[in-house]
């Protein structure tokens, strides 16, 4: 038998299919959606209108954040992610003997070191998904990605009145002078105003933190205790009670491509959201999986709604190379029913 045929794409998508994913504020925000096709026309932005891709002004510092993926602009189609692994002549070579002793328990414990691999793969592509979700909830409904075409800008419509920047002693860092119960409560006000109820909030822990340790929140929750250390539940409640607003603290981070740890929401932002989804998550048709629904191809399976999986027996060296990919992104149908600060 050809230790290969034991490295098949059913076998390995009924593995990742057991065990459940990392469930995500953002999959949570912008369920998935699997949709037959490429192209950008499903993906909608604030009031319905397709979303606007054009080419990227930004920084380097804004590139580090942005996604790598291959983008066709003249087509206008979504963002493609690819990654593949092959087997390791270690793994190879212990799997050969195991096979060869017949040892059922080794092989085994080999197989499922080698479909973890895979696994990471398509948790990597959750990961590109997620990282699509937060950039809009952070940047004021605007994904940036790096393809090999040029830098991307996907610009989803927010309305300028919808955004904010605090400077000066209002930005939230300043414990002492800024106020953010203020803040929220005026925000929420202007989006009534505009005929929106926003409900939720999306910030990140440092944020989080500068709203826990201020002053003017601590005196007005507690005035006759100014010096009190006050819980995080405590906070919310307070919060809630004053502005109507729920927080969702996000937490977490993701690799780049160059290694280094990024968080999943940016540091200093503060968005505040309706009640329910704000989108969805759409997968489009892969290559792969395109081959297989035209019969050209049986070594592909699809898992988590539009994951790609496609397994490819090599002879040179003799190995076995296994491919995820995955073509989508999120959409933001309610963009204009959002608000977005920069506090910090």
């Not at 197989?111 to 990597?124: A, C, P, Q, R």
């Not at 009190?228 to 603290?249: C, M, N």
């Not at 019969?295 to 090599?314: E, F, L, Y």
């Amino acid at each position: 038998m050809d230790w290969r045929d034991i490295i098949n794409v059913k076998e390995i998508s009924t593995y990742i299919k057991e065990l459940s994913p990392e469930v995500t504020i953002g999959e949570a925000l912008f369920p998935r959606k699997k949709q037959l096709g490429m192209e950008l026309k499903y993906i909608k932005g604030a009031k319905q209108k397709p979303v606007v891709l054009k080419q990227s002004t930004f920084d380097t510092a804004v590139k580090i954040r942005a996604l790598k993926a291959q983008v066709d602009e003249i087509t206008k189609q979504m963002p493609f992610f690819k990654e593949s692994v092959l087997i390791n002549e270690a793994d190879r070579q212990q799997l050969l003997l195991a096979m060869q002793a017949q040892n059922k328990n080794v092989i085994d414990m080999i197989i499922t070191k080698i479909f973890d691999n895979y696994k990471v793969l398509v948790d990597g592509g959750d990961m590109q998904m997620e990282r699509m979700r937060m950039q809009l909830l952070a940047d004021a409904g605007v994904i940036s990605i790096i393809s090999d075409d040029g830098d991307i800008v996907f610009d989803f419509g927010v309305p300028s009145n919808h955004k904010e920047v605090l400077s000066g002693t209002a930005k939230w860092s300043d414990i002492e002078k800024s106020n953010p119960i203020e803040d929220i409560i005026r925000w929420v006000r202007l989006m009534k105003e505009d005929g929106y109820v926003v409900n939720r909030a999306i910030l990140d822990a440092t944020t989080f933190g500068w709203i826990t340790a201020n002053k003017n929140i601590i005196k007005s929750a507690f005035p006759n205790n100014p010096n009190y250390i006050a819980s995080d539940e405590e906070i919310k409640k307070f919060i809630k009670d004053k502005t109507g607003v729920a927080f969702a603290v996000v937490s977490g981070s993701y690799k780049l491509e160059d290694g280094t740890e990024q968080p999943y929401f940016t540091k200093g932002k503060f968005t505040l959201i309706p009640t329910g989804s704000l989108g969805k998550t759409y997968y489009g048709t892969t290559p792969e999986e395109a081959d297989k629904m035209f019969g050209n191809s049986k070594n592909v399976q699809i898992v988590r709604t539009g994951i790609a999986i496609m397994t490819m027996k090599k002879d040179d060296p003799v190995t076995v190379q296994t491919k995820v990919s995955q073509l989508g992104m999120p959409s933001f149908e309610r963009a204009d029913e959002c608000f977005f600060a920069t506090v910090n």
